[in-house]
């Protein structure tokens, strides 16, 4: 505790991530620097990915001209390549001085009249985490579709039930913290929502939402895209999983291996449903196709579906890289081909050498063909050991 009084130096950083902002930055710096409280010192950091439009270039250039105040630093990162809002912020924050770290937008939708009020509430009164919040009282948006309205809600309505989150805005982009709260922690920043992470990966701490009216933004355009919208609902199941204890991990081989084979039938026989229900649809439903060519849909589409099923749930493989998904499901295709040919070569032989019945033959024979189809499938399309 003590020491980390010693350290606190009373500075503000604020972070301001910009991707195409040529039109936005000059000004909102402008802003900022006017309503800052001036017995502070702070240290603005934009951290630009790149921009094509040349807003990294803008800013250098501001800065060669532009009169250095001691106490009122003004810094850009440069990076690479558009990494994502995230991560540009961790990077800022990486880079920051001060004990207090505000961050926000730069095109206007955070007003910069609640920046001091941030700011006090966190060096007056304390708070660990302050939220500019349009979800309170108080608190507004303005220029958004109702479509993206809608989005937000629901964003929010899943982190909020999900996560267990009480914060009414937990997905702004507006907020300021102490700096001391996120040390040691590990931070993703997948996506657009690090303000979500820390709310998680922090639970305890004094939060406090300031309402504010959020104005969409009049020059340039918005970021959020189709990938920022995948990436959230995957942070909110990695933030899910997060400080949850794991199921208490079972250590026995042989429980392990009897489980996953367990689910592999399961699988199975889901692809029988599958399978089914395709077939007849193309069959008779949606199409009145030769009843062959339906039968090979209904195969394909319950091989696909056994394959994605046993990849997420029996080996709990939730890597979809590209090359190595397919290598896997054309290992997995050519297996259950094998399987498939096992199945009947033994139905053949148990009926007509051993004199078994037929369906007691076919039950034999499913059971057999899937237990060597789920070995091979652990061994080489899932490279499991094969007792684990
Ligand atoms: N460096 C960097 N890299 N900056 C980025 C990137 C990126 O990949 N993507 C976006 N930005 C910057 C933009 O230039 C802008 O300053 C800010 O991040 C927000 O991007 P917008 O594209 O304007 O987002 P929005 O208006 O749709 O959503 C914002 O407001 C919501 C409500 O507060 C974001 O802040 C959301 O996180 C927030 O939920
Ligand atoms: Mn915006």
């Known amino acids: 505790m003590l020491k980390q009084k010693i350290n606190e130096n009373n500075q503000v950083s604020i972070i301001i991530p910009t991707y195409n902002e040529s039109k936005n930055i000059i000004k909102i710096l402008h802003h900022i620097g006017e309503i800052l409280p001036k017995n502070i010192s702070t240290q603005t950091i934009v951290v630009d990915d790149n921009s094509p439009d040349g807003t990294g270039k803008i800013v250098e250039d501001y800065l060669k001209n532009v009169k250095k105040i001691a106490d009122n630093t003004i810094e850009i990162i440069h990076r690479k390549t558009k990494d994502g809002l995230g991560s540009a912020i961790l990077k800022g924050i990486q880079q920051a001085k001060g004990d207090t ?66 914060t009414k805005d937990p997905m702004s982009g507006f907020f300021a913290f102490k700096r001391s709260i996120i040390k040691g922690l590990n931070i993703d920043a997948i996506g657009f929502k690090i303000l979500l992470e820390i709310l998680v990966k922090t639970k305890g701490v004094n939060i406090k939402e300031i309402p504010y009216t959020f104005q969409n933004r009049e020059l340039g355009s918005s970021k959020l895209n189709v990938k920022t919208i995948l990436d ?157």
Request: charged content about 20%; some cysteine; overall charge positive.
């Open 232 to 388: 959230y609902y995957k942070s909110v199941w990695k933030l899910y999983r997060y400080g949850k204890p794991l199921v208490k991990q079972e250590k026995r081989s042989s429980v392990k291996f009897l489980s996953k084979a367990a689910r592999f039938y399961t699988v199975g026989a889901s692809g029988f449903i599958v399978n089914y229900i395709i077939s007849v649809l193309f069959v008779g439903v949606i199409s009145d196709m030769w009843y062959l060519h339906a039968t090979v849909i209904g195969i394909i589409a319950s091989i696909t579906t056994n394959f994605i099923l046993n990849k997420i749930w029996t080996f709990e493989d939730r890597d979809f890289g590209i090359k190595k998904t397919i290598s896997q499901y054309g290992k997995f295709v050519i297996f259950s081909s094998l399987g498939a040919l096992v199945q009947l070569g033994m139905v053949y032989f148990l009926v007509d050498n051993v004199e078994m019945s037929y369906p007691l033959a076919l039950i034999l024979a499913v059971i057999i063909a899937a237990f060597g189809n789920f070995v091979l499938n652990k061994k080489w399309t899932f490279k499991e050991k094969l007792l684990s």
């Open 101 to 166: 770290i505000v961050v926000m937008d730069c095109d206007f939708s955070h007003p910069p009249q609640i920046i001091p009020k941030l700011i006090e509430s966190i060096k007056k009164y304390q708070y660990d985490i302050v939220v500019a919040s349009r979800y309170i009282k108080g608190g507004k948006i303005q220029g958004w579709s109702v479509k993206r309205k809608i989005m937000s809600r629901f964003a929010t309505l899943i982190a909020k039930k999900g996560l267990g989150i009480d």
